[in-house]
């Protein structure tokens, strides 16, 4: 099956001309120039979004994966940040923004953010408390010696 990214990034583009700053339309654009490795228009995509809504999720976690993804982590950080403060019960939000802490040498922050979690959500009291113990084990272990 072959895919027709070209394609698609025409009929998207096209769209936008009838139905400007329609948010939906272009995540879906960003979305096609991320899969044709065009990673800078899909970044100016995204935070087109967020200047018309700064709220929406789909932008914000695209945008904190692809920083993620060109190991930038600190500006993946405060992606993941803001879609934690807009929903508190993000556990993909929570994840990403305690692997940044720890990839920035933060482990006490990466920490409080799944102390954090654990409040938001009780039911996944487990398995923050298994990421807490991750984070104990593998980035704090040496200081205890």
């Known amino acids: 099956m072959k895919l027709h990214f070209e394609k698609a990034e025409e009929c998207y583009n096209k769209a936008l001309t009838v139905k400007p700053n329609q948010t939906a339309?272009?995540?879906?654009?960003?979305?096609?120039?991320?899969?044709?490795?065009?990673?800078d228009q899909a970044l100016a995509e995204y935070k087109k979004v967020l200047g018309i809504d700064d709220k929406n999720i789909e932008s914000l976690r695209s945008l904190?994966?692809?920083?993620?993804?060109?190991?930038?982590?600190?500006?993946?950080?405060?992606?993941?940040?803001?879609?934690?403060?807009?929903?508190?019960?993000?556990?993909?939000?929570?994840?990403?923004?305690?692997?940044?802490y720890r990839k920035l040498n933060n482990s006490q922050k990466a920490i409080e953010v799944m102390k954090d979690y654990q409040k938001a959500d009780v039911?996944?009291?487990?398995?923050?408390?298994?990421?807490?113990?991750?984070?104990?084990?593998?980035d704090l272990k040496d200081d205890k010696q």
């Open 25 to 39: 339309l272009m995540n879906k654009l960003a979305d096609v120039y991320q899969k044709e490795n065009k990673t």
């Open 64 to 100: 904190g994966k692809l920083y993620k993804e060109k190991g930038n982590w600190a500006e993946a950080l405060t992606y993941f940040e803001k879609i934690l403060k807009l929903n508190s019960k993000d556990s993909n939000a929570a994840y990403e923004t305690k692997e940044m």
């Open 123 to 138: 039911s996944y009291f487990n398995w923050a408390m298994h990421h807490i113990f991750e984070i104990l084990y593998y």
